[in-house]
């Protein structure tokens, strides 16, 4: 009969084996899901420039705000842009102190697509009016964001793009911002 | 979504419960089959309460992060403008079809089959020397002889229904075959599937199976769950009989002959795998009566250790 010391020799002995092979399935399932972006690049990920995207992607265009609000800078904190399954740019623009994300411009070719895009999204409308951006029709919303905040958006679409701006303050800001967009 | 993250969860359960069972070097059926177990239950049960809990996983920012994206491989193109994706919906279809065709409908026939061997039994007993060779098997055994009926059938045929009246159904080719001994062997193994029938598992198990009826993994880990549970029920006889070797001279006796299982075309492809398949396992049976050996392991935190990897690691890949 075994002692306890050497069952819970076996144990621990298990234990290793057991984490050594988990180590190599997670290490493999990391290389099985590099993989497809090594024969396309045009999946999901993240840039550190619009030029990137530009030179990666070849997206017909790619509309950046030239108004920043007080607080705001260029370049975003966050791009990330796919192609597949649709094609779609979003930015992450931080605010002052560079932790919270205040300002996301997201375009895509798919309507709707920017629940799915943007990490805040406006869930409580207290205010909705259609607005004229430089001929354009444009919903713009006022409400509360899903972390919180006070926020507002601005949807629009053009030819077949669909563009969102989502700004964690007044709507006079964001129509300055948007507008900065259309030339 | 449900169905993709299923299979892909299935995955990752049926690997890591493989590496436990290695690691470990569990052997014992009954603790095996709890570890392939995880392999059913949890991919039906992880991706709701993943999105219970975090309702935007799944969306683009944690498809960044993960460690698995499968719309990555989904949208890649073959054969000229095909994602991916149609080939493995293809699979599902597939592994739904063999479903159905394999399991569903033999279900179906085996009650059906069940019920005709009430109908055989209720011809007299004529045979006084089956009966008494049935009766010198099941004596010692804990099982009422009332509840053996008896078939007239050349073939060898041995089968048990459980429920409120469990029965042994016997045919008298297969008594004429086997010694006593052996049929006592036979018995004790269908004893223990009727006492293994009253624990919910393998219930559970088909349950869980059938509600992935589209899951070629769950399909999979059900089967070797089945095998697993000849074994127990292997040990089970043992238990009963104490004589080993009876068992494994039996089992092999059951072996089906070469000549029956000679079908032509597609048929007979599928007909030679399942015949092959089953060779295997009747031999892996034989093999492990003859060694039997049970783990000395306390398999309570290699179990837990594997689910909380599983629920780990599955909540990263989408």
């Excluded at chain 2, 009422?144 to 048990?160: A, C, G, R, T």
């Excluded at chain 2, 597609?266 to 007909?271: H, L, R």
């Amino acid at each position: 009969m075994e002692t306890p010391v050497k069952k819970i020799g076996k144990i621990s002995r298990g234990l290793l084996w057991f984490l050594v092979m988990a180590a190599v399935v997670i290490a493999f399932l990391t290389a099985v899901n590099r993989m497809p972006s090594v024969i396309r690049d045009d999946y999901a990920r993240k840039y550190n420039t619009i030029e990137e995207v530009k030179l990666s992607l070849k997206p017909d265009r790619v509309l950046i705000p030239s108004y920043f609000p007080e607080g705001i800078f260029w370049p975003p904190s966050l791009i990330f842009a796919q192609k597949r399954p649709y094609k779609a740019v979003v930015m992450e623009f931080n605010g002052a102190g560079g932790k919270d994300t205040v300002l996301i411009v997201t375009e895509s070719t798919l309507k709707g697509s920017d629940a799915k895009l943007q990490r805040i999204s406006l869930t409580d409308v207290k205010e909705k009016t259609e607005y004229n951006l430089k001929g354009k029709p444009a919903i713009l919303q006022v409400g509360i964001c899903n972390n919180g905040a006070s926020c507002s958006s601005m949807t629009w679409q053009d030819n077949n793009l669909h563009f969102t701006v989502l700004l964690m303050s007044s709507p006079f800001e964001l129509i300055k911002i948007a507008e900065s967009m259309i030339h | 979504m449900y169905a993709v993250q299923t299979v892909l969860h299935s995955v990752i359960a049926s690997v890591l419960a493989d590496c436990a069972l290695l690691a470990w070097n569990l052997k014992t059926p009954a603790v095996k089959q709890r570890f392939r177990f995880l392999a059913l239950f949890l991919p039906v049960a992880l991706f709701p309460i993943y999105q219970a809990i975090f309702p935007r996983r799944g969306d683009v920012y944690f498809r960044l992060e993960s460690l698995v994206d499968a719309n990555k491989w989904f949208f890649l193109d073959i054969w000229g403008g095909i994602p991916l994706l149609a080939l493995f919906v293809a699979i599902l279809i597939l592994t739904a079809a063999i479903f159905f065709v394999q399991e569903f409908v033999p279900i179906v026939f085996q009650m059906l089959r069940q019920a005709r061997g009430d109908e055989e039994t209720t011809e007299q007993r004529q045979d006084e020397p089956i009966e008494r060779k049935m009766l010198e098997a099941i004596e010692g055994l804990p099982f009422s002889e009332d509840s053996v009926e008896i078939l007239n059938d050349e073939d060898l045929i041995l089968f048990s229904s459980t429920g409120f009246q469990p029965k042994i159904y016997v045919s008298t080719g297969l008594i004429e075959s086997f010694s006593a001994e052996h049929l006592k062997a036979a018995f004790a193994h269908e004893i223990g599937h009727i006492r293994r029938s009253r624990k919910p598992l393998l219930l559970t198990a088909y349950i869980l199976r059938m509600l992935m009826f589209y899951n070629p993994i769950a399909m999979i880990e059900f089967r070797k769950l089945a095998q697993e549970e000849e074994k127990v029920c292997d040990d089970i006889a043992v238990g009963l009989t104490g004589k080993p070797g009876a068992l494994a001279e039996a089992i092999d006796m059951l072996r089906p002959a070469e000549e029956s299982t000679k079908i032509r075309g597609i048929e007979g492809v599928a007909s030679g795998i399942e015949h092959y398949s089953h060779e295997l396992l009747l031999k892996s049976r034989i093999h492990r009566i003859g060694e039997r050996d049970n783990d000395d392991l306390n398999w309570a935190m290699p179990y837990f250790v594997t689910v909380f990897f599983i629920i780990g690691v599955s909540y990263f890949i989408v």
